[in-house]
């Protein structure tokens, strides 16, 4: 599959939507990016890639499925969903994770993952880390390894990337933005 468009102009899609969800948020909204079939081809393919091997996608509850599932069914691999807390129905591992907002908790079955397995966790955005942070964690105490950590785009003042290399200090973060 190859680029069917330019990687700025599909990112130039992504919209600014003040206030949401509570006051002082700049929420980031994809929808425009998802409805365009060439955009979002192009940040698939621009997010599946990656100098390591991995044999699934890991993608963070909600957008992180969106674009998770796409990458992983580009690259012929399998898909784990890193869920809020209660919505799987297996026995999970969790995480309690802080928010640029407030806190939240995800979850994977235990055996989404093991040993042999080589993950690429994806999400829409890097803010402060901790969703990121949680879903490494959850990874890594599942036995896997982690080949990237991949998002749409970061908001640096709140430095995430920062947070997770102080935890993670080899593990390779990508931004498209």
Wanted: hydrophobic share 45%; proline share 5%; aromatic share 6%.
């Amino acid at each position: 599959m190859e680029h069917v468009m330019e990687l700025s102009q599909a990112l130039s899609l992504i919209r600014d939507i003040p206030d949401f969800p509570q006051p002082g948020i700049l929420f980031k909204d994809i929808t425009p990016l998802l409805a365009n079939g060439d955009a979002f081809t192009t940040i698939t393919a621009a997010l599946a890639e990656c100098t390591e091997e991995y044999s699934c996608v890991a993608g963070i509850e909600a957008r992180g499925f969106i674009v998770g599932a796409a990458m992983a069914l580009h690259k012929g691999v399998g898909f784990i969903p890193l869920r809020k807390v209660g919505k799987l129905p297996h026995q999970t591992i969790s995480k309690k994770y802080g928010l640029e907002y407030g806190t939240d908790v995800i979850e994977a079955h235990i055996d989404a993952v093991g040993p042999s397995d080589k993950v690429l966790i994806v999400d829409d955005v890097l803010a402060t880390g901790g969703t990121l942070i949680a879903a490494i964690e959850i990874i890594q105490e599942l036995g896997a390894s982690i080949s990237e950590v991949v998002v749409l785009f970061e908001i640096e003042g709140l430095k995430g990337r920062e947070k997770i290399h102080s935890r993670f200090p080899n593990l390779r973060v990508r931004s498209l933005v």
